[in-house]
């Protein structure tokens, strides 16, 4: 099969980028980008992705970014329905997954109304890329049962409603992506519904780039700890009993790794 009868003309393939290092992509992903007329893709997408796009490949920045200027999600629908109608083959590169906290939902909407064609190829999310990098697990037999994964991405001046009693709850691991500017008010809302203070927390920024960061710390220190981290830097919020000691882990595997 040619690289681009994976994708037929007038196509569109949501693409999973993962957290920003090229070699997190799946096999497909890069099939897929080879494959593209277009490639549309976000601010998150890492740059390491990016340069897999080959030369002669149309690329255009729609943006979606935490706390920059971006397209409006109307905008980024219509421009890939027109491209589709145009007969291309169109992939939409989205950080992550394109299932989670991606909208895919709204844009699968957009070419469906209009009958274009489309599929989903999935990516690695950042919460499980910072737990590979920390030696965490998401979940631990005895420690956590489960996983929720929520985002604290608000419109300006909107406050942050969620069910703080149920993300309270002991026995399970908290992702919340974009928490960096919330992190303060995540801390007391937690605490407030009985999330135990001294709840292990690790902060990780720049997931899977050059220039990854692992904080780790408690919940009542929170805001504490993501008062260096930049604007522009992407932040994930791991917390929960399952991600204690798991700095222990990460210097043994280093030792080994030397001493191979």
């Known amino acids: ?18 957290p920003g290092d090229p070699d997190l992509l ?6 897929l980008i080879a494959a593209a007329d277009i490639v549309f893709y976000d601010a998150l997408v890492g740059p390491g992705v990016l340069d897999l796009i080959p030369q002669g490949i149309e690329r ?15 905008s980024i629908n219509d421009l890939l329905l027109a491209a589709a109608k145009a007969g291309k083959r169109v992939v939409r ?20 109304a209009d009958g274009i064609s489309f599929r989903i190829c999935p990516g690695i999310t950042t919460a499980s890329a910072a737990a590979a990098s920390g030696y965490a697990s998401l979940t631990l037999r ?6 929720t994964l929520v985002t604290a991405h608000l419109k300006a001046g909107e406050p942050l409603k969620l069910d ?8 399970g691991t908290l992702g919340i992506y974009m928490g960096r500017a919330a992190a303060g008010e995540i801390s007391r809302q937690l605490i407030a519904a009985g999330r135990d203070p001294e709840t292990p927390v690790m902060v990780a920024v720049n997931v899977s780039l050059p220039t990854e960061r692992l904080i780790r710390g408690k919940l009542s220190a929170l805001a ?14 791991l917390i929960g009993e399952a991600v204690a000691g798991t700095a222990m882990l990460g210097e043994v595997a280093a030792s080994v790794a030397l001493q191979a």
């Open 1 to 18: 099969m040619q690289p681009n009868e994976l994708i037929a003309p007038g196509q569109v393939w949501l693409v999973g980028a993962g």
């Open 26 to 31: 799946t096999r497909k992903a890069e099939k």
């Open 60 to 74: 255009v920045s729609v943006g979606k970014r935490s706390g920059r200027h971006s397209k409006a999600q109307e």
């Open 93 to 112: 590169l989205k950080g992550g997954d394109p299932s989670v906290f991606g909208r895919s939902a709204e844009e699968m909407e957009h070419l469906a």
């Open 142 to 147: 005895g420690v956590a049962r489960g996983l």
């Open 164 to 171: 703080w009693e149920t993300l309270a709850r002991p026995g």
């Open 224 to 237: 504490f700890l993501v008062a260096t981290i930049s604007d522009e830097d992407p932040t994930l919020l």
